[in-house]
């Protein structure tokens, strides 16, 4: 009998580098999915007013947010916000101060922006993990008569632009979820024609130019 001769080849196990970015890569994937999620499918339809939400996550998605509250008397809640941390821990934070948000806003249809934080506050307070928090800024505004209301939890100041200058929306408060009894200074403001305010999460002025510089605010 001759000899018969065997080739066995082993396939390499994938390195384990390979493991960890399709991990990565996974989890992006669901933390997206979850943040696409928690996002409004349309804005409020108010006359005589334009509303233009928009959102683009960076590579690594955040916890960054926003929403609409439709409230009594025609007024609606305006919402955005940030969690710390990414990927999915960050997006299921989302999900949950959402929740909270709109359970609060509209089930207490009186309740004012500062009144609304406190008591997401104080739910978050106890839920929330140790090293996280949230950033939000709540407003309520009347369509019919431009005024605005609001609070806010340490979030990014929104900008509002008139005729003649933009200033910003300033109001003190500790983030969300850090410590319990926080209370929020409102302020209040009134939108004419043709001016408007700008919301925004630290992802837009962190984001670089083509000369790698941020964009950062105006002194």
């Not at 969690?83 to 960050?90: D, Y």
Request: aromatic fraction near 6%.
């Amino acid at each position: 009998m001759g000899r018969e001769r065997y080739i066995i080849r082993m396939a390499a196990a994938p390195p384990r580098e390979r493991i960890e970015c399709e991990r990565s890569e996974q989890e992006l994937r669901v933390a997206r999915t979850i943040q696409q999620a928690n996002l409004p499918r349309e804005a409020p339809q108010l006359e005589g007013w334009q509303v233009a939400p928009y959102c683009q996550p960076a590579r690594e998605v955040g916890g960054d947010f926003y929403d609409f509250h439709l409230l009594s008397e025609g007024r609606v809640g305006l919402v955005v916000g940030d969690a710390t941390g990414r990927g999915v821990p960050a997006a299921l934070l989302t999900t949950g101060v959402c929740a909270f948000l709109g359970g609060v806003a509209t089930t207490s249809g009186s309740a004012s922006p500062g009144e609304v934080l406190t008591r997401v506050n104080e739910a978050l307070v106890a839920r929330i993990a140790p090293n996280m928090f949230v950033t939000c800024f709540y407003a309520i505004l009347d369509p019919n008569s431009g005024h605005l209301l609001y609070a806010n939890a340490g979030h990014s100041l929104p900008c509002c632009r008139r005729e003649d200058a933009a200033t910003d929306l300033g109001a003190r408060g500790m983030p969300l979820g850090l410590m319990p009894g926080m209370s929020y200074e409102e302020k209040e403001t009134d939108l004419g024609p043709r001016e408007g305010v700008l919301f925004y999460t630290d992802g837009l002025i962190e984001a670089h130019n083509p000369q790698g510089e941020m964009f950062g605010t105006l002194a």
